[in-house]
């Protein structure tokens, strides 16, 4: 069955990469450099089009992908909320696969699903927001050092500070004793870590070397979903 379990989430994964790419297209674009004065334009005011792997409008099947440009300009209006939102339908959607398909003859938890929309909402968004921006700021280039290093700090320092908020948050969630949040980190957060190690660095090796910061969320959330189901079913183990 596990060996089945896991056919089904590399299934999906695969699936997600393929939705992801035909989205984010696959030419890279040349980008161009504008200037306005001595100002600089600050990431959340990149354009769309400087997201190399982002397919211009004119070249997507029936035009512009619906709702892009929409979407585009509440990056622009409101980058937190917009963030937040994604993230919230990426963790939802994650889960509603996870139980429908993996975990299937278990009764459908609805406060599951709930609990980990909510997650997405009020932290993975939000801290992903603040995160990538620094991120960004901090190291500028995209060069393979750059992206290397910037996969070696998002996978070596955030993201045991991220599984260990995950699980945090369940466990409050849940009514858990903090002696217990700190046995389930104890026993799962390499776990964790580990499945983590296996899928992200090839993608944000992609995230970093292609994509502009104000997108980076949407482009995670879009292959992220697979992995949420992969962490919507070790959160919810006992």
């Known amino acids: 069955q596990k060996d089945k379990d896991k056919m089904k989430l590399f299934s999906i994964l695969v699936a997600s990469l393929g939705l992801a790419a035909s989205a984010f297209g696959v030419t890279p674009t040349t980008q161009k450099k504008i200037h306005s004065g001595s100002a600089s334009l600050s990431p959340l005011r990149t354009p769309a089009g400087s997201s190399a792997l982002f397919r211009k409008a004119e070249l997507t099947r029936g035009g512009a992908v619906p709702g892009w440009a929409a979407y585009n300009e509440a ?9 937040s939102l994604t993230s919230l339908v990426g963790w939802g959607l994650g889960d509603l696969l996870a139980q429908l398909f993996i975990n299937k003859s278990a009764p459908f938890d609805v406060k599951r699903l709930i609990t980990l929309s909510v997650f997405g909402l009020i932290y993975h968004g939000p801290s992903g927001h603040y995160f990538y921006n620094w991120l960004d700021s901090k190291i500028e ?11 070696a700090i998002d996978q070596i320092l955030w993201c045991p500070i991220f599984m260990t908020v995950f699980f945090t948050y369940l466990g409050l969630v849940n009514g858990d004793s903090f002696a217990a949040i700190g046995d389930k980190i104890k026993n799962d957060l390499f776990t964790a870590c580990q499945g983590s190690w296996k899928v992200w660095p090839f993608v944000h090796a992609v995230n970093f070397k292609f994509i502009s910061t104000k997108h980076r969320l949407v482009f995670i959330n879009s292959v992220q979903i697979a992995f949420n189901m992969f962490l919507s079913i070790i959160g919810s183990k006992k």
């Open 75 to 83: 990056l622009d209006k409101s980058p937190l909320t917009a963030k």
């Open 141 to 151: 280039g995209t060069e393979a050092k750059d992206v290397f290093t910037k996969v």
